[in-house]
């Protein structure tokens, strides 16, 4: 099975990129991996009485998750209206934790994503 490798920042910009490289999976007959890059959620120590919010690598997680589960079907509603032959490629929405380069290029290694 092909796989298409798309990279999201949840951007306007990122979003026209995700429809174009759909366009090119239906084509490919290939399925999606789309996929975005959450930071590692550093420990900070209190200073004083000073209190730092900070979110926590679960609430993370379920912020990317949700927003990949939200992006992944706006693009395929987007290729129905185009009425291409065929069936809409499978999207499958990949939130991973900690530097972009490390997670991408394992992932594609594990997916053998194009």
Known sequence: MKNVLILTDFSAGAMRAAESALLIAAKLGADVLLVNAYPIT??????????????????????????????????????????????????????????????????ARRKKAY
């Open 42 to 107: 550093p420990y900070l120590p209190p200073v004083g009485s000073a209190i730092i919010p900070q979110r926590s690598a679960d609430d993370k997680r379920r912020e990317s998750t949700g927003r990949l589960d939200n992006e992944a079907r706006r693009p395929i509603n987007r290729l129905r209206s185009l009425g291409l032959p065929g069936d809409a490629p499978t999207i499958r929405p990949i939130a991973l934790e900690g530097r972009l380069a490390d997670g991408v290029s394992g992932l």
